[in-house]
Protein backbone atom coordinates (compact mmCIF):
# COMPACT_ATOMS: atom_id res chain seq x y z
CA UNK A 1 0.00 0.00 0.00
CA UNK A 2 0.53 3.57 0.24
CA UNK A 3 3.75 4.67 1.89
CA UNK A 4 3.57 8.48 2.77
CA UNK A 5 7.07 9.82 5.42
CA UNK A 6 7.15 13.05 6.59
CA UNK A 7 10.56 14.39 8.96
CA UNK A 8 9.02 14.12 12.27
CA UNK A 9 10.22 17.68 13.36
CA UNK A 10 10.83 21.47 12.17
CA UNK A 11 12.04 24.38 14.39
CA UNK A 12 11.60 27.83 13.13
CA UNK A 13 12.09 31.68 14.65
CA UNK A 14 9.19 33.57 14.14
CA UNK A 15 9.56 35.56 11.07
CA UNK A 16 11.09 33.07 9.00
CA UNK A 17 9.78 30.59 6.20
CA UNK A 18 9.09 27.11 7.09
CA UNK A 19 9.08 24.48 4.53
CA UNK A 20 7.72 20.92 5.38
CA UNK A 21 8.27 17.73 2.93
CA UNK A 22 6.44 14.84 2.26
CA UNK A 23 7.40 11.77 -0.04
CA UNK A 24 5.27 8.94 -1.41
CA UNK A 25 5.30 5.64 -3.32
CA UNK A 26 2.18 5.50 -4.24
CA UNK A 27 2.19 8.07 -7.52
CA UNK A 28 -2.35 6.89 -8.21
CA UNK A 29 -2.89 9.79 -6.00
CA UNK A 30 -5.43 12.63 -7.84
CA UNK A 31 -5.56 14.94 -4.76
CA UNK A 32 -2.62 15.93 -2.13
CA UNK A 33 -3.40 17.62 0.82
CA UNK A 34 -2.00 19.85 3.79
CA UNK A 35 -3.58 19.63 7.38
CA UNK A 36 -2.91 21.01 9.95
CA UNK A 37 -3.52 19.65 14.15
CA UNK A 38 -3.48 22.04 16.85
CA UNK A 39 -2.89 20.27 20.76
CA UNK A 40 -6.09 18.38 21.17
CA UNK A 41 -8.30 19.24 18.27
CA UNK A 42 -9.10 17.82 14.83
CA UNK A 43 -7.69 18.29 11.63
CA UNK A 44 -7.86 21.54 10.01
CA UNK A 45 -7.64 21.84 5.89
CA UNK A 46 -4.91 23.89 5.32
CA UNK A 47 -4.76 23.72 1.45
CA UNK A 48 -5.01 21.04 -1.07
CA UNK A 49 -3.29 20.10 -5.24
CA UNK A 50 -4.57 18.71 -7.83
CA UNK A 51 -1.88 16.05 -9.29
CA UNK A 52 -1.58 17.47 -12.56
CA UNK A 53 -0.76 20.92 -10.92
CA UNK A 54 3.10 21.49 -10.18
CA UNK A 55 2.36 24.71 -7.51
CA UNK A 56 -0.56 26.03 -5.74
CA UNK A 57 -0.29 29.30 -3.80
CA UNK A 58 -2.62 30.41 -1.26
CA UNK A 59 -1.78 33.82 0.95
CA UNK A 60 1.16 32.68 3.21
CA UNK A 61 0.71 29.10 1.77
CA UNK A 62 3.07 27.81 -1.05
CA UNK A 63 2.46 23.95 -2.11
CA UNK A 64 4.81 22.14 -4.88
CA UNK A 65 4.45 19.20 -6.36
CA UNK A 66 7.34 16.78 -8.25
CA UNK A 67 5.86 14.18 -9.29
CA UNK A 68 8.74 12.58 -10.68
CA UNK A 69 10.36 12.41 -7.71
CA UNK A 70 7.19 12.09 -5.24
CA UNK A 71 7.73 15.00 -3.43
CA UNK A 72 5.30 17.15 -1.91
CA UNK A 73 6.31 20.39 0.08
CA UNK A 74 4.44 23.00 1.56
CA UNK A 75 6.36 26.62 2.53
CA UNK A 76 5.08 28.96 5.12
CA UNK A 77 6.20 32.10 4.57
CA UNK A 78 6.71 34.73 7.57
CA UNK A 79 5.90 32.06 10.00
CA UNK A 80 3.86 32.95 13.49
CA UNK A 81 3.32 31.12 16.71
CA UNK A 82 0.31 30.45 15.55
CA UNK A 83 1.58 28.27 12.79
CA UNK A 84 2.89 25.85 15.71
CA UNK A 85 1.23 22.50 15.63
CA UNK A 86 1.84 19.33 13.79
CA UNK A 87 1.24 19.35 9.86
CA UNK A 88 0.26 16.16 7.99
CA UNK A 89 0.52 15.43 4.11
CA UNK A 90 -1.92 12.80 2.92
CA UNK A 91 -3.02 12.04 -0.75
CA UNK A 92 -6.25 10.65 -2.24
CA UNK A 93 -6.96 7.97 -4.84
CA UNK A 94 -10.45 9.03 -6.27
CA UNK A 95 -11.03 5.71 -6.62
CA UNK A 96 -11.01 4.64 -2.96
CA UNK A 97 -11.77 7.73 -1.56
CA UNK A 98 -9.60 7.43 1.32
CA UNK A 99 -6.68 9.56 2.82
CA UNK A 100 -3.72 8.25 3.51
CA UNK A 101 -1.71 9.92 5.68
CA UNK A 102 1.62 11.10 5.95
CA UNK A 103 3.85 10.29 9.57
CA UNK A 104 3.11 14.08 10.52
CA UNK A 105 5.58 17.16 10.90
CA UNK A 106 5.74 18.92 14.27
CA UNK A 107 6.09 22.58 13.74
CA UNK A 108 7.86 24.83 16.57
CA UNK A 109 7.92 28.60 15.96
CA UNK A 110 10.16 30.10 18.26
CA UNK A 111 9.35 33.97 19.35
CA UNK B 1 -21.86 27.29 9.01
CA UNK B 2 -21.40 24.60 11.59
CA UNK B 3 -18.93 21.65 10.93
CA UNK B 4 -17.97 18.40 12.00
CA UNK B 5 -19.93 17.47 15.53
CA UNK B 6 -18.18 14.48 17.48
CA UNK B 7 -19.35 12.69 20.86
CA UNK B 8 -18.48 12.80 23.46
CA UNK B 9 -15.05 14.59 23.10
CA UNK B 10 -13.25 11.76 26.00
CA UNK B 11 -14.06 8.31 26.70
CA UNK B 12 -12.53 6.41 29.26
CA UNK B 13 -13.80 2.86 29.87
CA UNK B 14 -12.81 -0.56 31.10
CA UNK B 15 -11.69 -3.08 29.09
CA UNK B 16 -13.87 -5.77 27.63
CA UNK B 17 -17.06 -2.42 27.93
CA UNK B 18 -18.93 -1.81 25.20
CA UNK B 19 -18.55 2.00 23.48
CA UNK B 20 -20.35 3.96 20.90
CA UNK B 21 -19.16 6.97 19.54
CA UNK B 22 -21.16 9.31 17.34
CA UNK B 23 -20.55 11.85 14.29
CA UNK B 24 -22.73 14.33 12.97
CA UNK B 25 -21.46 15.32 9.73
CA UNK B 26 -21.59 18.90 7.68
CA UNK B 27 -25.50 19.30 6.58
CA UNK B 28 -25.53 18.56 3.17
CA UNK B 29 -22.75 16.33 2.59
CA UNK B 30 -23.12 12.71 1.27
CA UNK B 31 -19.41 11.00 2.30
CA UNK B 32 -19.02 10.19 5.88
CA UNK B 33 -15.76 8.59 6.95
CA UNK B 34 -14.54 7.20 10.03
CA UNK B 35 -10.57 7.41 11.12
CA UNK B 36 -8.24 6.66 14.19
CA UNK B 37 -5.27 8.19 15.25
CA UNK B 38 -3.35 6.20 17.90
CA UNK B 39 0.64 6.81 19.02
CA UNK B 40 1.86 3.71 17.10
CA UNK B 41 -0.32 3.78 13.62
CA UNK B 42 -0.55 7.57 12.96
CA UNK B 43 -3.80 8.19 11.32
CA UNK B 44 -5.34 5.18 9.75
CA UNK B 45 -8.85 4.85 7.60
CA UNK B 46 -11.72 3.10 9.07
CA UNK B 47 -14.70 2.88 6.98
CA UNK B 48 -16.36 5.11 4.18
CA UNK B 49 -20.01 5.50 3.52
CA UNK B 50 -21.04 7.17 0.47
CA UNK B 51 -25.32 7.89 0.02
CA UNK B 52 -26.95 4.40 0.16
CA UNK B 53 -24.05 2.90 -1.23
CA UNK B 54 -22.67 -0.09 1.01
CA UNK B 55 -19.85 1.22 2.84
CA UNK B 56 -16.52 0.24 2.25
CA UNK B 57 -15.37 -1.35 5.55
CA UNK B 58 -11.93 -2.45 4.47
CA UNK B 59 -10.01 0.00 7.28
CA UNK B 60 -11.98 -2.26 10.30
CA UNK B 61 -9.42 -3.75 11.90
CA UNK B 62 -11.35 -6.41 13.55
CA UNK B 63 -14.93 -7.52 13.72
CA UNK B 64 -15.47 -6.04 17.34
CA UNK B 65 -15.83 -2.41 15.32
CA UNK B 66 -18.76 -1.79 13.75
CA UNK B 67 -20.22 1.24 11.89
CA UNK B 68 -23.49 2.39 10.68
CA UNK B 69 -24.86 5.51 8.93
CA UNK B 70 -28.79 6.39 9.97
CA UNK B 71 -31.36 8.27 7.37
CA UNK B 72 -27.55 8.82 5.49
CA UNK B 73 -26.70 11.59 8.56
CA UNK B 74 -25.46 10.90 11.60
CA UNK B 75 -23.49 8.09 12.30
CA UNK B 76 -22.32 5.60 15.01
CA UNK B 77 -18.90 3.78 15.61
CA UNK B 78 -19.43 0.71 18.12
CA UNK B 79 -16.25 -1.07 19.46
CA UNK B 80 -17.50 -4.11 21.24
CA UNK B 81 -15.19 -5.47 23.81
CA UNK B 82 -13.10 -3.10 24.13
CA UNK B 83 -9.27 -3.42 24.68
CA UNK B 84 -6.07 -1.36 25.35
CA UNK B 85 -4.99 -1.62 21.63
CA UNK B 86 -8.08 0.59 20.96
CA UNK B 87 -7.11 3.96 22.95
CA UNK B 88 -6.72 6.46 20.18
CA UNK B 89 -8.61 9.16 18.88
CA UNK B 90 -11.17 8.94 16.57
CA UNK B 91 -11.87 11.10 13.48
CA UNK B 92 -14.86 11.35 11.51
CA UNK B 93 -15.06 13.51 8.51
CA UNK B 94 -17.52 14.39 6.23
CA UNK B 95 -17.40 15.47 2.21
CA UNK B 96 -19.93 17.00 -0.40
CA UNK B 97 -21.47 14.54 -2.98
CA UNK B 98 -18.63 13.48 -5.50
CA UNK B 99 -16.26 16.13 -3.89
CA UNK B 100 -13.21 15.00 -2.71
CA UNK B 101 -11.97 17.08 -0.01
CA UNK B 102 -12.83 15.86 3.31
CA UNK B 103 -13.73 18.25 6.67
CA UNK B 104 -12.91 16.89 10.48
CA UNK B 105 -14.46 16.79 13.13
CA UNK B 106 -12.72 17.81 16.46
CA UNK B 107 -12.37 13.56 17.41
CA UNK B 108 -13.43 11.82 20.45
CA UNK B 109 -10.32 10.75 22.72
CA UNK B 110 -10.81 7.11 23.65
CA UNK B 111 -9.28 6.04 27.06
CA UNK B 112 -9.15 1.71 27.51
CA UNK B 113 -8.10 1.12 30.99
Known amino acids: GEDVEQSLFLSVREGDSSVINCTYTDSSSTYLYWYKQEPGAGLQLLTYIFSNMDMKQDQRLTVLLNKKDKHLSLRIADTQTGDSAIYFC???????????FGTGTRLLVSP | GAGVSQSPSNKVTEKGKDVELRCDPISGHTALYWYRQSLGQGLEFLIY????????KSGLPSDRFSAERTGGSVSTLTIQRTQQEDSAVYLC???????????FGPGTRLLVL
Open chain 1, 90 to 100: AGLNTGFQKLV
Open chain 2, 93 to 103: ASSPQREETQY
Open chain 2, 49 to 56: FQGNSAPD
